[in-house]
């Protein structure tokens, strides 16, 4: 486990707005169960575990809190966090979550995807350690299979994969920067938080993700999740 130097202003929001199309399932993939869990209670534990100390924000879609609140009672899930209305996209999502933060806080807040409930406390802790000494930080893993660029004409040609990495989450920002960054107009081009930090002119720094840390949008990566679990 890494070593916590976290201080009481620091945050963490969980972004869960997914409506699971792509699992294919009635039930919104956050909610859907893991080893008999809900996949957004195994994400929040695993920042619990890292810091007990970090305050959590859940941010979902306003009809979604109430069947979500349910879950927690029917498997005596007692993480103490807050529950905030998710957005139209990502940007709006992530600003709400920024939004209940208080004004005094300037620690670091990092903003994780729900349904990546195997991020390791190690990436976790290299990603606020980073945001401290850079002030915003990612974390990423080299991309492993051949990569070809398609070209307008519908040539296509390989590329280095060396220059390029695989996005995880969580992207951590000093909270002061996050709120800058984040007072801007949204922009298509915002696919992700540190997108947003960019496009502000900060430069964000990469350090080491984990390959467990996946992100479960389809039945197949559930099945990778049982796999996991049971390995």
Partial sequence: MSMV??????????????????????????????????????????????????????????????YWRQLCREHHFDIVHQCVDGGVTRFHSSLSGLSVIPEEADGIVAIHDGVRPFVSEETIGRCFEAARNEEAAIPVMPVVETLRRVESDGQSHNVSRSCYRN??????????????????????????????????????????????NIKLTTPFELKVAEALLNR
């Fill in 167 to 212: 996005v995880q989450t969580p992207q951590c920002f000093r909270i002061s920067l996050a709120r800058a960054a984040f007072s801007q107009p949204y922009r298509e081009d915002f696919t992700d938080d540190a997108s947003v930090v960019e496009a502000y002119g900060h430069k964000v720094a990469m350090v080491a993700g984990n390959r467990e």
């Fill in 5 to 66: 130097r976290n201080s009481d202003s620091d945050y963490g929001i969980i972004v869960a707005g997914g409506k699971g199309t792509r699992m294919g399932a009635t039930v919104p993939k956050q909610f859907l169960c893991v080893g008999g869990e809900p996949v957004l209670m195994r994400t929040l534990r695993r920042f619990h575990d890292y810091n007990p100390r970090l305050s959590l924000i859940v941010v979902l879609p306003h009809e979604q809190q109430d």
